[in-house]
């Protein structure tokens, strides 16, 4: 019995320790704020990425387009048979394809 109660003990006084060493001001807090696109005419959305679109995705059509604050643009593609919706930045250069 004495040996158990050491142990407790002991153990207790390592994981008392170890908690009274960590650094609290060491955490990291990472949030995510997901975009908001507001909707424009395809006119509206540049020349660059348009051509781009055709070469990439032949036979797709825009169906619709949306441009973030900071330029990023979302269009929504169709060929009939499937969609896809693609993003590109103000450099008309391709961000990401969502399926």
């Known amino acids: 019995m004495k ?6 003990m002991i153990f207790g006084g390592t994981i008392g320790g170890m908690v009274y060493g960590m650094n609290v001001s060491e955490a990291v807090v990472v ?4 975009k908001t696109y507001s ?5 509206e ?3 660059a990425i348009l051509q ?5 995705y032949p036979g797709f059509a825009v169906t619709q387009a949306g441009v973030s604050t900071d330029k990023e643009y979302k ?11 693609v993003y590109y930045n103000a450099n008309a ?3 990401k394809e969502q399926k």
């Open 93 to 95: 250069e391709f961000v």
């Open 75 to 85: 269009l929504m593609l169709a060929d009939g048979k499937s969609a896809v919706t």
């Open 39 to 43: 909707k424009i005419d395809v006119k």
């Open 3 to 8: 040996r158990v109660v050491l142990a407790i």
């Open 45 to 47: 959305v540049p020349v």
């Open 52 to 56: 781009e679109i055709k070469e990439k």
């Open 31 to 34: 949030s995510f704020q997901e």
